[in-house]
């Protein structure tokens, strides 16, 4: 089964950019409907972004405009990059991926996710 492992994450001022990575390994992210949520403790998971293998994207409505979600067959790699950032974009990202949910279902609902990265915004 596929491993993911993300980076990219850090400390930004307000209005600022960050690019978040995910590489996977050990399958082809191709296999796999793909997506990053993000987790603020003792608070609900949210749902984030999603792509399809076809390139089919979804954004929360809370990041639409300021979010962009792709991929990378090539590389293997699930990029989310992340302008105009608000302190309530704080919080920690996972990339996820699943073989059998599709963009109907959030992202902290598919089967394999990463380690997290953080994203602090102040």
């Known amino acids: 089964h596929v491993q993911l492992v993300e980076s990219g994450g850090g400390s930004v001022e307000v209005g600022g950019s960050l690019t978040l990575s995910c590489v996977a390994s050990?399958?082809?992210?191709?296999?796999?409907?793909l997506g990053w949520f993000r987790q603020i403790p003792d608070r609900e998971r949210e749902g984030v972004a999603g792509i399809e293998s076809d390139g089919v994207t979804m954004y929360a409505d809370s990041v639409k405009g300021r979010f962009t979600i792709s991929q990378d067959h090539g590389k293997n790699t699930l990029t989310l990059q992340l302008n105009s950032l608000k302190p309530e974009d704080t919080a920690m990202y996972y990339c996820?991926?699943?073989?059998?949910?599709?963009?109907?279902?959030?992202?902290?609902?598919?089967?394999?996710r990463g380690q997290g990265t953080q994203v602090t915004v102040s």
């Open positions: 996820a991926a699943d073989q059998l949910r599709d963009l109907d279902y959030p992202p902290y609902e598919y089967e394999h």
């Open positions: 050990g399958d082809t992210i191709g296999r796999y409907c």
